[in-house]
């Protein structure tokens, strides 16, 4: 392997807020020469799915969302806007579980998450502006391609690209960081077949290495007023390929819990 | 909140292999005036649960267990041996899924994880020596309790102690580091109710605090021959009073994944 002994991260400062068609390369570029960071080869960016979505265009409004009946039965039992949920149910393969406040679903990117990723928060463009609603990017590992792609022309640097997100999960309370997209980096380590200290082979040695590296950038992030979105790792020297986020979705045939 | 803009991780160098007694809290601070480092107030000291387990003495001797009838069959079933079986279901309060090479249990403390958290590699004292299993601590909050305090003793310094293991999780590849047993530091940070930056209230917004520094530090731990089991975690800065591990366990009643 491929760790290190030393590990930092640090928030690129005043991050502005995303409109649509912002250009992501060119403002992660801009805040770094007003920070005065240079970037070396080995970084790993960890951009807020949020303003990915938000460059994109990814911002939907409620009012023209015109709910079908399935979504409307479907909002009665999780309490949720019939029309936030039809959006939903337009972003995702299948319902994995409902609750009252709980809508679980496939998305159709093989996700399993909480609402299809579609956020309320801190999407409108002012107070007062709430029926706006953010997807998911369309495809966030081409995203994460572009943008490492872009800042690579730009800085002439090899830097891995992480889109993270907060995701739930079953049996532990509290969201935690997970990859969507992934560029130039791993997703996973796979370690398996390599030995352990004493000669013995390791078993359970796959790594969700991009997990664990978007869980540490969400630590700086803020899930609140403050916008960090946009975190510099620098530090991790693995020793395998880059893979893409797809990498960390379990094949449903794999899947004990669907 | 409650988070900042620079985060540091640093693993303790040249850590000893632990022995059954040894004493943690002076292993620890041996290292930290070896490598010239001051603990401060706030610092978090992340603990790989392999030497808080060593350092307890948790080490069975596969040789001395005798597996039941209900160990033999389900042995056979997931393809482990069946003494091992034996120790994980003396370890457990119920079978969650099984599979060939898939053993996930309850574990006594409310873990939902692969094999009950009983390890066999790198526990060996010499290679060769392949007989050892190793169980989860006692009571992983009350060892990080004694881990802190007599840290503090010793420094005069406040810190929190995380102790981290790694799970595997449904849906997604790859194991991520979780914490297991905290002191001193909030397991979880509660924002419901704080106001996003468009005076929307939040919604989801319980996060896994804890899990989320503990994944950051097994980035540096690695996974095989490298030991670096300690690692100082400096810049976080929690706006929430302390809780233990078990903060993060999902209570039954509202877990739709049991």
Excluded: C, Y
Aim: hydrophobic share 45%; charged share 25%.
């Amino acid at each position: 392997m491929s760790s290190t002994a030393d590990l930092s991260l640090s928030a690129l400062p005043e991050f502005p807020e995303v409109q649509a068609g912002d250009d992501l390369a060119v403002l992660v570029m801009e805040r770094l020469g007003s920070a005065g960071w240079t970037l070396r080869d080995g970084d790993v960016l960890v951009v807020a799915q949020k303003v990915v979505s938000k460059a994109e265009g990814r911002r939907v409004d409620l009012a023209e969302i015109v709910p079908s009946a399935r979504a409307i039965a479907l909002a009665e039992r999780v309490a949720k806007d019939a029309r936030l949920v039809e959006l939903i149910l337009s972003e995702s393969r299948r319902v994995v579980r409902t609750a009252r406040d709980v809508l679980i679903v496939e998305h159709r990117l093989g996700f399993i998450m909480a609402n299809a990723g579609v956020d309320q928060s801190n999407v409108a463009s002012r107070k007062g502006d709430e029926n706006w609603a953010l997807l998911l990017p369309e495809n966030p590992d081409a995203s994460a391609e572009r943008l490492r792609s872009s800042i690579a022309a730009q800085s002439g640097r090899s830097v891995g690209i992480i889109i993270n997100d907060s995701f739930g999960r079953p049996w532990r309370v509290g969201t935690v960081g997970v990859a969507i997209g992934v560029a130039g980096w791993p997703a996973i380590l796979d370690l398996r077949g390599q030995p352990d200290r004493f000669g013995r082979t390791l078993r359970v040695t796959v790594v969700g290495h991009a997990d664990e590296i978007a869980a540490a950038a969400s630590l700086l992030m803020g899930q609140s007023s403050e916008g960090r979105p946009v975190v510099l790792v620098r530090g991790l020297m693995p020793a395998a390929p880059p893979s893409d986020g797809k990498a960390l979705l379990r094949p449903a045939a794999e899947d004990l819990f669907r």
